[in-house]
């Protein structure tokens, strides 16, 4: 049966290389504060929708600096985002549990614990937790094993749940998403996104034209569809993510006009007045221009994240794509976006309102904005990526900068091969 009612897909090909310490710690740190920023703004129910969208996660993941497309993306995101929120959980009122591999295994026990701790139905989320890995891995026969299972759920027991499947054959990964706010049934079209390349006819016992496979499956076994049925809910359908092979990013990977807004409100004579507003000294036109990225993650409507390699911009990537990853200007987003977060606690909400404003800002200049084209723009991130303590998972920018001028791909496949696999 051919697989023609996804929620959602994706193109995530599976890469080589880890994510060093060095990015681990920064990607749990921004990670953790940029939580904590749309939970302000939206509550816990909104970082979760966030959570579940596909073009979300996958901005989520570039502005940390992370490979912008690869299935690493999705193992190193959970994984910092675990991390950082492992001593703010009971602050935030989010909890991660599960993993990859061994990690995904002790999830149930994690629910357990958590559930008798705060006082939630642990039953039910651990049968959340066992239906939605046995409905991708058993029902969605798409030719992906599921390797990575992680649950997020709140205080209040609402919950997602982002899981990866790998197929070695095809070298490509998938993504799936659930929220527990639209879910009527498990076995019903029940995800708010599947992310993975088209492979063709696949068997899917969750698409709703499945019904009658199903419950003929059900009449073999001679039991009743009751037990899994009586939780019937169709969620709402979710938007369509593919992403390309190619590990560069390309000028077809972005939207250059939003770019173009990013990088006006970098260098406008309106950044002093945002100076003003977050009680920055010295905040230079490069770290305004993360601090704008990061900014339309916390705050940007759907519509903002079709394009997510722009979001690299914010940070770079560990490989170098689209350039190094700028170490000064990593810590100086951290720096600022807990500053206002901690000012936002004893009642000063100036500067995360400024932050809020940054967002706005650039959906009104990439109307006007001009500016130069893809390749000088990544050119001039390489030309400056010294200046800002450019970092790869190879080294200092020095270490990388020859092969980029000599038109090579910041590092080959042997390069990335002693690195290990990664995501």
Request: with cysteine; proline share 4%.
């Amino acid at each position: 049966m051919c697989m023609v009612n996804r929620s959602g897909t994706a193109n995530l090909p599976l890469h080589y290389g880890k994510v060093p310490a060095w990015l681990h710690q920064r990607m749990a740190l921004l990670g953790s504060a940029i939580c904590e920023a749309v939970v302000v703004n939206e509550g816990r129910s909104g970082f979760l929708s966030r959570l579940s969208d596909p073009f979300w996660f996958q901005s989520f993941g570039a502005v940390l600096g992370m490979d912008w497309h690869s299935s690493g993306i999705t193992t190193s995101v959970m994984g910092a985002l675990k991390n950082g929120l492992r001593h703010r959980q009971d602050e935030l009122g989010i909890y991660v549990c599960g993993g990859r591999g061994k990690h995904s295994r002790k999830t149930p026990e994690e629910l357990d614990g958590l559930a008798n701790r705060i006082g939630l139905d642990g039953d039910s989320l651990i049968r959340a937790s066992k239906l939605t890995a046995k409905v991708d891995n058993v029902a969605v026969q798409d030719g992906y094993s599921l390797y990575l299972h992680s649950f997020v759920v709140t205080r209040d027991g609402q919950w997602v749940v982002v899981q990866q499947g790998m197929n070695d054959m095809s070298r490509q990964a998938r993504r799936y998403h659930w929220r527990s706010a639209g879910i009527q049934s498990f076995v019903d079209d029940p995800h708010d996104a599947i992310v993975g390349p088209n492979q063709g006819c696949i068997v899917n016992l969750t698409d709703r034209r499945s019904r009658q496979a199903r419950d003929a499956s059900v009449d073999m076994l001679n039991e009743s569809p009751g037990a899994i049925t009586a939780e019937l809910k169709q969620i709402l359908a979710a938007r369509h993510l593919q992403m390309p092979e190619h590990h560069e990013v390309r000028p077809t990977d972005v939207f250059l006009k939003r770019l173009h807004g990013v990088l006006a409100l970098a260098r406008s004579s309106e950044t002093t007045q945002f100076e003003d507003l977050l009680l920055t000294k010295g905040l230079g036109p490069r770290s305004m221009q993360a601090l704008a990225l990061v900014a339309e993650v916390v705050y940007g409507a759907p519509s903002r994240f079709d394009d997510p390699a722009r979001f690299a911009f914010a940070h770079g990537g560990k490989d170098g794509h689209p350039c190094p990853v700028p170490l000064h200007v990593y810590d100086a987003t951290i720096q600022h976006l807990k500053d206002a977060l901690n000012k936002t606690k004893v009642g000063h909400t100036d500067k995360l309102q400024a932050f809020n404003r940054l967002d706005s800002q650039i959906r009104h200049l990439e109307k006007i904005a001009t500016g130069p084209d893809f390749e000088a723009i990544v050119e001039n991130e390489w030309r400056q990526s010294s200046r800002y303590g450019g970092m790869t998972v190879i080294g200092k920018t020095s270490d990388a900068v020859e092969q980029k001028i000599r038109g090579k791909n910041a590092f080959s496949s042997k390069q990335l091969s002693l690195f290990g696999r990664g995501g």
